[in-house]
């Protein structure tokens, strides 16, 4: 990898690119990033967040800055092809701790108990609620057991 101007020289497995800061970095903010990044251009999470960091942007503090804006921890793993580590590394770099399963407890008792009582299945409730289909069943099974 290496700078020339305002441009950066990409290699992929299978070539070169040369791709200005400004589209990287206004990429990156796009919901096309990863596709535009694997398909086109052949590349992976490691060598993106490389070219990020040569092209003056803060791939950790992007991150961060999107989940205090609400993104989950999952969707910016899609977003960004890395790994659950890889974003927790960046969240706890910045002093934000994230606990195992925390965003999938923002449902309630009493929103997952009408969901049930109304006759959804798990793959419903999971869809609707933004949960992991096993928080579904999980929680269904303690909910029932209470009675």
Known sequence: MRIEGGRIWIESKSAGYWLSKSKLQNLFDSEEWLSEMRQVHDLSARVMIQALTVSGCDF????????????????????????????????????INISRGNHLRKASDAEFTAA????????????????????????RAKLTARG
Request: charged share 30%.
């Open 60 to 95: 950790d503090a992007r991150l961060v800055e999107q989940y205090q804006a609400g993104a989950l921890v999952s969707e910016l793993m899609g977003k960004h092809g890395v790994s659950h580590a890889r974003v927790q590394k960046a969240l706890e770099g910045r002093g």
């Open 116 to 139: 049930f009582l109304a006759g959804k299945n798990d793959a419903q409730i999971s869809r609707e609620m933004n949960v992991d289909r096993g928080t579904v069943r999980k929680r």
